[in-house]
C-alpha cells in the first residue's frame, strides 16, 4: 500500500494540474448555449428568455504582473451619499438603486469576522462576511474610514475587491452623543427583554452600538 502512495500521489497531482481554478479561466463572455438550444427544440417560434448568465460581464484577465493600485468596488443597496470626488460613481446594471463607489487605493482594511484584513494589489483570491466595523481605505498619505453594518467582501485575483454593505457611512457623520444614548437604550431593552426575538433584536443593537463606540474612541 505505502509503495503505491508515490504513483496515487503523482495521479492526484496531474489532476489538480489539470483542473483550472475559478481565477484560471478565460474572461471571454459566456452564454447558457444549452438551454437556448433546449429552448428551441421545444419553442422554436419564440426567442430564449435571457437567463442569469446573459447579465454577467466577462472578468477581466488576471494581469501577467502586480498592479500599482487597487480597484474597489464599494457597493451600496441605495443611492450613494459619499463624495463623487472619492470615486467615480457608477449605477449596477438591473439594480437601479444600487451604487457603486470605485475606488483606486493602495490598500483597504476590510472588518471580517475572522479580524481585520488588509487587502493590497495581488491579493489572493478570497471571501470574507463582513462584521460591524470600521473599513478604512488608504491611498497615499490619506485614509478615509468608513462605518459598515455587514456585507461581503470579494477579492479577485486581478486586484479587484468588490465591497458590498447593507449600510455605510463616512465615520466623520456618525455623532458620538448619539451613539452613546442608542447603547445605553439598547443595552436596557436586552436586561429586559422577555423573548428570543426581543432578545435577538436587542444584542443586534448592543453590537452595532458598541462597534460604532469603538470605532469612534480607537
Known amino acids: ?10 495521479r492526484a497531482t496531474s489532476i489538480m494540474r489539470a483542473r483550472s481554478f475559478s481565477t484560471d479561466l478565460p474572461a471571454a463572455p459566456t452564454s447558457d448555449s444549452s438551454f437556448v438550444e ?14 442569469p448568465l446573459s447579465f454577467m460581464q466577462p472578468r477581466p484577465p488576471t494581469p501577467p504582473s502586480i498592479p500599482g493600485k487597487l480597484t474597489v468596488n464599494f457597493v451600496l443597496p441605495y443611492q450613494s451619499e459619499l463624495a ?23 490598500m483597504v482594511i476590510i ?23 470600521i ?7 490619506d485614509v478615509t474610514k468608513y462605518f459598515v453594518s455587514s456585507g461581503f467582501a470579494f477579492i479577485h485575483a486581478n486586484s479587484i475587491a ?23 437604550d439598547f443595552t436596557q431593552k436586552l436586561s429586559t ?8 433584536e436587542a444584542q443586534i443593537g448592543v453590537d452595532v452600538h458598541s462597534a460604532l463606540n469603538s470605532a469612534l474612541t480607537g
Do not use: C
Not at 471580517?112 to 466595523?133: D, R
Not at 427583554?193 to 435577538?200: M, N, Q, R, V, W
Open 1 to 10: 500500500m505505502f509503495r503505491q502512495a508515490p504513483r496515487l500521489l503523482a
Open 38 to 51: 433546449a429552448w428551441k427544440k421545444v419553442i422554436p417560434n419564440i426567442d430564449a428568455p435571457k437567463t
Open 84 to 106: 463623487a470626488k472619492e470615486g467615480r460613481l457608477v449605477q449596477i446594471l438591473g439594480l437601479p438603486n444600487w451604487r457603486s463607489l470605485v475606488h483606486w487605493v493602495d
Open 111 to 133: 472588518p471580517a469576522t475572522t479580524g481585520q484584513m488588509g487587502v493590497l494589489p495581488g491579493h489572493v483570491a478570497t471571501i470574507a462576511e463582513l462584521k460591524p466595523g
Open 135 to 141: 473599513l478604512s481605505v488608504h491611498e497615499g498619505n
Open 162 to 184: 468588490d465591497v458590498v454593505a447593507v449600510e455605510a457611512v463616512p465615520i466623520d457623520r456618525i455623532d458620538p452623543a448619539l451613539v452613546q444614548k442608542g447603547l445605553a
Open 193 to 200: 427583554a422577555s423573548t428570543d426575538l426581543e432578545k435577538a
